[in-house]
């Protein structure tokens, strides 16, 4: 079966670095996205990569390894308002979205 | 408006309501999408329209049934629904179904079935 694995809740500090790992089996892959979700709010999209590397985009980057079948998402100067549930999701061979569960991440000041 | 609404934002429905949920999207997006979102779990899909065809039902039961009039409107309409249903309900669009686009969510609609 296809499966997507993230963290269920991180805790973190103001001002400092997380990342949230991802680690997927899927069959097919056609890329990967990142959504960050406050609470009562839509997802947003923050990222997608298909290659392998990094892509910086301000605070956040996102890393991918298909060989490994995993990604990252790393917050950089941590901000209250960074506290929010963080998605990943899989574009399967059928160009159809897996997602995981979601990583809770608590900001403490 | 902009971007993708919802309406409701709140429904509490008893068992033996029929009710209907409403998404609209202003981005001249070809597919939308119905998810169904339980706490502490993924995302789960339930319908698909690509150009205003049904492209997907992820096995899900006839007490939900979709509704696309045209390109920029999806409906969900609910009957005889289980307490199991209680979820946050959200709908999204895209440019087209797959590839690369990103997805974009409305606020959802919360559903209380009782």
């Known amino acids: 079966g296809q499966n997507i694995d993230q963290p269920t809740e991180m805790t973190a500090t103001e001002g400092a670095i997380v990342q949230i790992n991802c680690t997927y089996q899927t069959s097919g892959f056609n890329g990967l996205f990142w959504y960050q979700q406050h609470a009562g709010e839509a997802p947003t999209f923050l990222s997608y990569n298909v290659l392998d590397g990094l892509e910086e985009k301000g605070r956040f980057s996102s890393f991918l390894s298909r060989s490994k079948g995993y990604s990252y998402l790393l917050l950089k100067e941590l901000q209250m308002k960074d506290s929010a549930s963080y998605l990943c999701a899989v574009l399967d061979s059928n160009y159809q979205l897996i997602w995981g569960a979601g990583t809770k991440l608590i900001i403490k000041p | 408006e902009t971007g993708v609404t919802q309406t409701p934002r709140h429904l509490v429905m008893g068992m033996t309501n029929k009710k209907s949920l409403k998404c609209e999207q202003h981005?001249?997006?070809?597919?939308m999408y119905w998810y169904k979102q339980s706490a502490k779990k993924p995302l789960e899909l339930m319908f698909v329209y690509n150009f205003k065809e049904q492209t997907e039902n992820n096995s899900v039961p006839s007490r939900f049934s979709p509704e696309c009039p045209n390109s920029s409107h999806l409906f969900l309409h609910l009957h005889t629904l289980q307490p199991e249903d209680s979820a946050l309900y959200l709908c999204?669009?895209?440019?087209?179904?797959?590839?690369?686009?990103?997805?974009?969510f409305g606020p959802g609609t919360r559903l209380t079935v009782t």
């Open positions: 981005l001249g997006h070809n597919a």
């Open positions: 999204a669009s895209s440019q087209a179904r797959g590839a690369h686009y990103e997805q974009y």
